[in-house]
T-cell receptor
Framework: QKEVEQDPGPLSVPEGAIVSLNCTYSNSAFQYFMWYRQYSRKGPELLMYTYSSGNKEDGRFTAQVDKSSKYISLFIRDSQPSDSATYLCAMSVTGANNLFFGTGTRLTVIP | DSGVTQTPKHLITATGQRVTLRCSPRSGDLSVYWYQQSLDQGLQFLIQYYNGEERAKGNILERFSAQQFPDLHSELNLSSLELGDSALYFC?????????????FGPGTRLLVL
């Protein structure tokens, strides 16, 4: 079993829709939770990170962490065609240096 | 642009060969991380260097090695290449030794082993 599981999609939504992306994990020691966006043939770009549980909002993006369920989510409101990319969740334990990534969800926002 | 640079962008080579991938971290960053991204495995951590010293190892094969130089650039050496080594190799950097939440990734090197 992988430490981080992510539905690979692909996910296709119309412009303006609310998008929900999710990851589950098995290691209860994870404390840092990140979301990266990766455009085709580019490196991952850090979107948001949260420490421990709770919500974090940044513009149209909201990240949620539910440590009791070992489940994290990224919501994108008013999705735009420019949001079309692969979204990767990543996690880490406090004091560690490496990230554990999900396999990514490919999102397409249709104009 | 993350500020992390990687060369070359593309590399095509044959099985059994050796290649070197290069990474320059963002200005001021002391930590460099190497990751491999393949279709079936996703992004996997290989190794981390901090200020010239190896600090963490992940799923790095014995055929692979890395180093970080005094000017903080890093090189990943891949030897005795196999078809399965074909992947995207990313370098990331951060300021501190342990700052998992703020790693900035370079554009990657796409390696194709024929």
């Amino acid at each position: 079993q992988k430490e981080v599981e992510q539905d690979p999609g692909p996910l296709s939504v119309p412009e303006g829709a609310i998008v929900s992306l999710n990851c589950t994990y098995s290691n209860s020691a994870f404390q840092y939770f990140m979301w990266y966006r990766q455009y085709s043939r580019k490196g991952p770009e850090l979107l948001m990170y949260t420490y421990s549980s709770g919500n974090k909002e940044d513009g149209r993006f909201t990240a949620q962490v539910d440590k009791s369920s070992k489940y994290i989510s990224l919501f994108i409101r008013d999705s735009q065609p420019s949001d079309s990319a692969t979204y990767l969740c990543a996690m880490s334990v406090t004091g560690a240096n490496n990230l554990f990534f999900g396999t990514g969800t490919r999102l397409t926002v249709i104009p | 642009d993350s500020g992390v640079t990687q060369t070359p962008k593309h590399l095509i080579t044959a099985t059994g060969q050796r290649v070197t991938l290069r990474c320059s971290p963002r200005s001021g960053d002391l930590s460099v991380y190497w990751y491999q991204q393949s279709l079936d495995q996703g992004l996997q951590f290989l190794i981390q260097y901090y200020n010239g010293e190896e600090r963490a190892k992940g799923n790095i094969l014995e055929r692979f090695s890395a180093q970080q130089f005094p000017d903080l650039h890093s090189e990943l050496n891949l030897s005795s290449l196999e078809l399965g080594d074909s992947a995207l190799y990313f370098c990331a950097s951060s300021v501190a030794f342990s700052q998992p939440e703020t790693q900035y990734f370079g554009p990657g090197t796409r390696l194709l082993v024929l």
